[in-house]
């Protein structure tokens, strides 16, 4: 007796075992139960990502921890490019994370790096009207030394500009014609050496005469003012005379006479003093309105007249 086989039955039962075989190679080979979870974020460049291919590493302070997903022009702004990585799910990516394009060794293969994420700073979130969370970034260093070259280049381009114009023909000229203007100056003035050490010889001596001058007007100011404060206190003391009096009469009307007579011989000596004062000071008038040196440099005695010798002469 002959058992028969379905060949249908065994067939489907081959190929499903061999799927299942399939699907777990295929589940061990990417990993199993120990399979990375990955979260999507997103950044924009605004500089070349040229060298920088899907999947490259995207590293964290040097470890990698996701690979690049997608790499897309805006096609609104087109120096900006969109870029999407798979970060390993757990990253600590936050607020102040920075991400930068960076090429390793001579090779000159891009990957991103990260850094930053200060421990005080909260997670990086999706804000409203975005997809993913959007990592800041920064210029990286090839874009900032371009900057660099760029900005000295123009600032040298500039100052040689400014030199052409400095040494052009008219200026250089212009310069020539300084010099020998300067030339021609300190010519004349060693010229005149003699006449300049002259004239300040002479200012020296008219400087040394107004010094001796105010000297000597100083004595002279003094007894003028000693003069006045004389005569104030004259005119204080008739004042106060003349007060004294009138009270003198209104108090004991019946000395009037007796106090007058020694009061008046008083009055009248001091009246007499301040004539003679006055005379002084309108001689001394009289005297600076004929001859004003005499002020500064003293008065000449007056030459003998005819007939006026030895003793008998007559002085100022």
Wanted: aromatic fraction near 4%; proline fraction near 4%; hydrophobic fraction near 40%.
């Amino acid at each position: 007796m002959e058992t028969k086989v379905n060949y249908t039955i065994v067939g489907i039962f081959v190929l499903v075992l061999g799927g299942a075989l399939i699907a777990g190679v295929l589940w061990l080979a990417s990993g199993g139960a120990m399979q990375k979870k990955y979260d999507i974020y997103r950044a924009v460049e605004e500089e070349s990502v040229a060298g920088l291919n899907l999947n490259a590493p995207v590293k964290y302070n040097g470890v990698e921890v996701g690979k690049v997903l997608n790499i897309q022009l805006d096609h609104k702004n087109p120096e900006r490019v969109n870029l999407l990585f798979a970060i390993e799910h757990g990253t600590p990516i936050k607020e102040d994370t920075i991400a930068i394009l960076n090429t390793q060794g001579l090779t000159g293969i891009a990957y991103v790096e990260l850094s930053g994420g200060a421990l005080n700073s909260p997670p990086l979130r999706t804000t409203a009207g975005n997809e993913y969370p959007e990592i800041r970034t920064e210029p990286s260093l090839s874009e900032r030394l371009e900057n660099v070259l760029s900005t000295v280049l123009a600032k040298l381009d500039s100052t040689t500009n400014n030199i052409n114009s400095i040494l052009s023909d008219k200026n250089r000229a212009a310069f020539e014609n300084a010099l020998t203007d300067i030339a021609t100056t300190a010519h004349t003035i060693a010229a005149g050496k003699d006449k300049f050490d002259a004239a300040m010889s002479n200012a020296a001596l008219t400087f040394e005469n107004t010094s001796q001058a105010t000297a000597r007007i100083g004595p002279v100011l003094d007894d003028i003012g000693r003069s006045a404060e004389a005569v104030a206190k004259m005119g204080d003391q008739v004042t106060l005379t003349s007060a004294g009096i009138g009270k003198t009469v209104d108090s004991l009307g019946g000395e009037v006479k007796r106090l007058s007579s020694e009061t008046l011989p008083e009055l009248e000596r001091l009246l007499g003093e301040l004539s003679a004062l006055t005379i002084s000071l309108r001689r001394l008038s009289e005297q600076t309105e004929r001859d004003p040196r005499g002020l500064l440099f003293g008065r000449k005695p007056v030459p003998d007249g005819p007939g006026e010798t030895g003793f008998g002469a007559r002085k100022p």
